[in-house]
């Protein structure tokens, strides 16, 4: 049994608790956050060890693994202390603010010896999975584009807009599903609404090699809460619901004709639709799960700290790419 700690109790820190806490190969030792109402309240449920000091978590030398799930700009800190005590690391998404910063931590991982994996939940979603079987299978043909969508109510967050928060999701999709090649150019544009200084909507155009694109539309300004992707090959196309965790496969099929705009206004697509039986999966649980798996056996994670590091990158070029109005050069 690995015993762990985590760095950071807020609205996701108490989702790591508590998978923790349900894994039985994983034994929840201590909790740190400087909300002590929080520590009292989370203290009472999970019986745990409580600190307002993440140090004690890094010098308690039985803790052997810990879940950093503070704000982004505090993880480079945080994860360098984790390493240089020994432990091995998830830490939430992105791996930092800054990729020069992120290339120093998967550095100091390398040199110690230490798992330092980027919590990148998606990659663990049953659906994203299948959906990747099948475009390893080249079953939708040639990829053309990819459109995704993740939108809804605003989400407290003090660190960054909603571009870092939600597109380093689908930027790291985007990667994953074309075997982790990197983008040639970025385009951003965002919307600015809320007087913070952080962008409340955003707009991303990824243009990848063989002439693929990935267009990404995040916002937290939204009523209704979306989190999709579509992807279009040459042969058939799929939508992608992360929430659902449903996939709907299409073919390409053409338009039936019509000679009026009552039939046009109901023109449906001919082509054979394909839904697939999913079981579904808590990612968060799958993904910690495999956390504690390579902790156990000393192996490499799926999402590396060079990953997490890419998808900072494409952030930084986005910035780039809305402080210049233009599309920019990866």
Known sequence: MIKVGVIGSGQWGKNHIRVY???????????????????????????????????????????????????????????????????????EKPITMDSGEGEKLAKLAKESGRILMVGHIFRFNPAVLRLKDELDKSSLGKLNFFLSMRMGPRTPREDCGVICDFATHDIDISNYFLNETMPLRVHATAGY?????????GFL????????????????????KIREIVVVGEKKSVK???????????????????????????????????????????????????????????KEPLVTAELGVKTVRILEKAAESLEKKRMVEI
């Open 240 to 298: 992608l619901d992360y929430m659902t965790q449903e996939l709907e496969f299409y073919d390409q099929g053409v338009v039936a004709k019509y000679d009026s705009f009552g039939k046009f206004s109901l023109a449906m697509r001919e082509g054979d639709i394909y839904k697939p039986y999913i079981k579904a999966e808590e990612p968060l649980k799958k993904e910690i799960q495999h956390f504690i798996d390579c902790v156990a056996g000393r």
């Open 193 to 201: 609404f809320h007087q913070s200084g952080f962008d409340d909507a």
């Open 21 to 91: 806490n349900e894994l039985p190969e994983s034994d929840l030792v201590c909790i740190s956050d400087l909300n002590e109402n929080a520590l009292k309240s989370l203290k009472g449920v999970y019986h745990c060890d409580t600190t307002k000091d993440y140090g004690e978590i890094l010098d308690n030398r039985d803790i052997k693994a810990v879940s950093v799930c503070t704000p982004a700009s505090t993880h480079y800190r945080i994860v360098r202390d984790a390493l240089e005590k020994g432990k091995d690391i998830l830490v």
């Open 205 to 224: 155009t990824l243009e990848y090699p063989n002439n693929v694109i990935s267009h990404i539309v995040v916002s937290w300004l939204t009523p209704k």
